[in-house]
């Protein structure tokens, strides 16, 4: 079995010790990254809970929202987001944990570099729907 990546999130000001406090995902489960406000986006990840197989639900998706620099700061901040979590989810190496933010820890990945006005970008929450 080829050995995948996996994409760590913490919340901001957290131990990791409570529900949604920290999440990691299969980086074959990224579906993409959207505009949710002027200073924040979307990480959609295909859901792999709840299934015996680990298969996910059908329709049902995980979406993780960050904090980052605004549109009147930066025009292209949405694109340039979306731009880095792709680069980060193509890390060529193999079995990895990347830690894409860990503000638990003060931990961003080096992507992320210079796309935030005073600090770097932060998870504001980790939701489930459906």
Not at 46 to 51: A, G, I, L, Y
Not at 83 to 95: E, L, T
Request: overall charge negative.
């Amino acid at each position: 079995m080829a050995k995948e990546n996996y994409l760590y999130f913490s919340l901001a000001g957290t131990a990791g010790d409570a529900a949604l406090d920290a999440v990691c995902y299969p980086a074959s489960h990224l579906l993409g990254v959207q505009y949710l406000g002027d200073a924040s986006s979307y990480v959609f990840f295909k859901d792999s809970t709840n299934t015996a197989n680990g298969g996910g639900t059908d329709g049902k998706v995980n979406k993780i929202a960050l904090t980052h620099a605004n549109v009147s700061a930066d025009a292209n901040i949405h694109a340039k987001i979306a731009k880095a979590i792709a680069r980060i989810a193509a890390n060529p190496g193999k079995g990895k944990v990347i830690t894409v933010v860990d503000t638990a820890n003060g931990v961003v990945a080096d992507e992320f570099e210079g796309l935030n006005d005073a600090t770097q970008p932060t998870v504001l929450a980790n939701l489930i729907t459906q």
